[in-house]
């Protein structure tokens, strides 16, 4: 067993790698844009996909890494995990539908509600000790699903037909322009010191120093990573400014 993610905050990385724990404490767990990550995911029969997501879709990175390497999903036993602020509805099934036409096997689904990641919009916003018990809950839930992925009863959380026209109806038809490709909209600001933690960080190597500054390319997946990284609170993409950079690490 191997599990892979995409994480911009650090939620979905720190569910892959719990629920991943409890079921092999042997397995590792892999972020998508590692070097070899193509290499790990032929290597092994049994993968955890996880990845937050995005006006319920998958977020781009993950789908076009799926798409592009079609011929290495058949026979794969795959189990979909999706991290959401509040609401997915079949944020599972996104991957799930994908993967199954590439004849991949779906082991079943899970979706975990986990602190928003969007740091410059006021929305969704909670105070950290609420989501500390939103953390603890998803913690929970993952124990339970383990337990019962150990006894052979794996949920099918957000792949059913219903979750699907949830997930349709209920939000990424409405936003299906901020989903259809990676989008050239991340703003640097004048506050921008330079200091090169985004683009280090970036997952998709979109970012790169030039003179002193930050700047962007048009590869950015909407991760929120190297928004919620800046010590100057330079970077912003959906909002104008920042309300609070979210990280996992401030909710444990
Ligand atoms: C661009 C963007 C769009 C999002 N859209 C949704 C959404 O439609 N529904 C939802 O519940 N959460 C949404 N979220 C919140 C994230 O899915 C959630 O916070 C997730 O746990 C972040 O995981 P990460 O820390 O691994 O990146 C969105 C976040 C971003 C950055």
């Given at each position: 067993?191997?599990?892979?993610y995409?994480?911009?905050?650090?939620n979905?990385?720190h569910?892959?790698?719990k629920?991943?724990?409890?079921?092999?404490p042997s397995?590792?767990?892999f972020?998508?844009e590692?070097n070899?990550?193509?290499?790990?995911?032929?290597?092994?029969?049994?993968?955890?996909?996880?990845y937050?997501?995005q006006?319920?879709?998958?977020?781009?990175?993950?789908?076009?890494?799926?798409?592009?390497n079609?011929?290495l999903w058949?026979g794969?036993?795959?189990?979909?995990?999706?991290?959401?602020?509040l609401f997915?509805?079949d944020?599972?099934?996104?991957?799930?539908?994908?993967?199954?036409k590439y004849?991949?096997?779906?082991?079943?689904?899970?979706?975990?509600?986990?602190?928003?990641?969007?740091?410059d919009?006021?929305?969704?916003?909670?105070?950290?000790?609420e989501?500390?018990?939103?953390?603890?809950?998803?913690?929970?839930?993952?124990?339970?699903?383990?337990?019962?992925?150990?006894?052979?009863?794996?949920?099918?959380?957000g792949l059913?037909f219903?979750?699907?026209?949830?997930?349709?109806?209920g939000?990424r038809?409405?936003f299906?322009?901020k989903?259809?490709?990676y989008?050239?909209?991340?703003?640097i600001?004048?506050?921008?010191?330079?200091?090169?933690l985004?683009?280090?960080n970036?997952?998709?190597?979109?970012l790169?120093?030039?003179?002193n500054?930050?700047?962007?390319?048009?590869?950015?997946t909407?991760?929120?990573?190297c928004?919620s990284l800046?010590?100057k609170?330079?970077?912003?993409?959906?909002?104008?400014s920042i309300?609070e950079?979210?990280?996992?690490e401030?909710?444990?």
């Amino acid at each position: 067993m191997v599990g892979v993610y995409l994480s911009g905050t650090g939620n979905t990385k720190h569910c892959v790698e719990k629920l991943v724990k409890i079921l092999d404490p042997s397995a590792e767990c892999f972020p998508l844009e590692h070097n070899d990550i193509i290499q790990i995911l032929k290597k092994h029969d049994t993968i955890v996909l996880g990845y937050p997501t995005q006006f319920s879709n998958a977020p781009f990175m993950v789908r076009e890494l799926i798409k592009n390497n079609s011929s290495l999903w058949s026979g794969k036993k795959v189990f979909c995990l999706n991290t959401m602020g509040l609401f997915s509805g079949d944020g599972t099934g996104c991957t799930a539908r994908i993967l199954k036409k590439y004849g991949a096997v779906i082991l079943g689904g899970l979706q975990l509600k986990m602190p928003d990641s969007v740091c410059d919009s006021k929305m969704l916003k909670k105070s950290i000790e609420e989501n500390k018990l939103i953390v603890k809950a998803a913690d929970e839930r993952i124990e339970i699903a383990a337990e019962q992925i150990k006894s052979g009863n794996f949920p099918r959380e957000g792949l059913s037909f219903i979750a699907h026209m949830k997930g349709l109806f209920g939000q990424r038809l409405w936003f299906y322009n901020k989903t259809t490709g990676y989008t050239d909209k991340l703003k640097i600001s004048d506050r921008c010191i330079g200091c090169g933690l985004c683009s280090k960080n970036c997952p998709m190597e979109n970012l790169k120093i030039e003179n002193n500054k930050a700047v962007a390319g048009n590869k950015c997946t909407m991760c929120y990573r190297c928004i919620s990284l800046c010590p100057k609170q330079a970077v912003t993409l959906l909002g104008e400014s920042i309300v609070e950079q979210c990280r996992f690490e401030k909710y444990v």
